[in-house]
Nanobody, 121 residues
Framework: QVQLVESGGGLVQPGGSLRVSCAAS????????MGWYRQAPGKQRELVAR???????NYADSVKGRFTISRDNAKNTASLQMNSLKSEDTSVYYC???????????????WGQGTQVTVSS
């Protein structure tokens, strides 16, 4: 019913930049928030950045000052601009959306399939 499609992942050198985007599609009432999480092998999934429909943002301490999340509510998209990338940023990045499927129902979390970001020289 609700699909999240990520794009923009790839290989980048340390200190470089990359922009990943997420587009939501399907049948739903409202997207309350969208965000990016990452999960490296052997580690738990962690929050990278999140933004609400009102524009309130939240960042992990490790990416503050380097990453910027933005959204376009009309297009149901969210993008993450990643600058000054480090090898520690290498991970699979997952798009997340908190979605209210109907006007009378509650909200549910949806996840994208993930996109690989590799920072290496």
């Amino acid at each position: 019913q609700v699909q999240l499609v990520e794009s923009g992942g790839g290989l980048v050198q340390p200190g470089g930049s990359l922009r990943v985007s997420c587009a939501a599609s399907g049948s739903f009432y409202r997207i309350s928030a969208m965000g990016w999480y990452r999960q490296a092998p052997g580690k738990q999934r962690e929050l990278v950045a999140r933004i609400t429909s009102d524009g309130i943002t939240n960042y992990a301490d490790s990416v503050k000052g380097r990453f910027t999340i933005s959204r376009d509510n009309a297009k149901n998209t969210a993008s993450l601009q990643m600058n000054s990338l480090k090898s520690e940023d290498t991970s699979v990045y997952y798009c997340n959306a908190l979605v209210r499927t109907t006007a009378w129902g509650g909200s549910k979390d949806y996840w994208g399939q993930g996109t690989q970001v590799t920072v290496s020289s």
